[in-house]
């Protein structure tokens, strides 16, 4: 039973260390061009000093990254850019941006608003002269007085 117990506790440790090189070898690349954050770098740091697999993969990365450095960038040819615009410009025609209103929409939205205006201004001094006749009517019916008896004897003049 001690063997299996062993066997055990070397898998589980197994397991944890390539969880632990996973993690350092997604972080490997940002450390090599030094983009990397100062608590990240120095996990890194103690990985590497502990995991000759992923020391090695480190330097393979910066054995590429001054080979890459050292070949000369690809001319791009004059017509490259005229060309690559003209096709923009296509595309762009090809898919108008669709107008939230047509004009016949908008020209409607117009005459509801106006139409709308007009009625507020129908109907408010139709109000207002309603307002006016049920004046007369209620003073007409008011009590009879001297004052009222010399007002309506006033309007009926005029």
């Given at each position: 039973?001690?063997?299996?117990?062993?066997?055990?506790?070397?898998?589980?440790?197994?397991?944890?260390?390539?969880?632990?090189?996973?993690?350092?070898?997604?972080?490997?690349?940002?450390?090599?061009?030094?983009?990397?954050?100062?608590?990240?770098?120095?996990?890194?740091?103690?990985?590497?000093?502990?995991?000759?697999?992923?020391?090695?993969?480190?330097?393979?990365?910066?054995?590429?990254?001054?080979?890459?450095?050292?070949?000369?960038?690809?001319?791009?040819?004059p017509y490259l850019v005229t060309r690559i615009q003209a096709q923009l410009r296509q595309e762009q025609k090809k898919f108008k941006p669709r107008q939230v209103l047509t004009p016949?929409?908008?020209?409607?939205?117009?005459?509801?608003?106006?139409?709308?205006?007009?009625?507020g201004i129908m109907l408010g001094s139709a109000l207002a002269r309603t307002n006016g006749i049920y004046t007369e009517i209620s003073f007409l019916n008011a009590e009879p007085s001297l004052d009222n008896l010399f007002v309506i004897e006033n309007a009926g003049q005029q």
């Amino acid at each position: 039973m001690k063997k299996l117990r062993s066997k055990g506790g070397a898998l589980v440790s197994n397991i944890a260390k390539m969880k632990a090189c996973k993690r350092i070898k997604l972080l490997l690349s940002a450390y090599a061009d030094g983009v990397i954050s100062t608590r990240e770098k120095g996990r890194v740091e103690k990985h590497l000093a502990q995991c000759p697999e992923c020391a090695r993969l480190l330097q393979d990365l910066t054995d590429i990254k001054e080979v890459m450095l050292t070949i000369p960038a690809p001319e791009t040819p004059p017509y490259l850019v005229t060309r690559i615009q003209a096709q923009l410009r296509q595309e762009q025609k090809k898919f108008k941006p669709r107008q939230v209103l047509t004009p016949v929409w908008q020209l409607l939205g117009a005459i509801l608003v106006i139409f709308a205006i007009g009625l507020g201004i129908m109907l408010g001094s139709a109000l207002a002269r309603t307002n006016g006749i049920y004046t007369e009517i209620s003073f007409l019916n008011a009590e009879p007085s001297l004052d009222n008896l010399f007002v309506i004897e006033n309007a009926g003049q005029q």
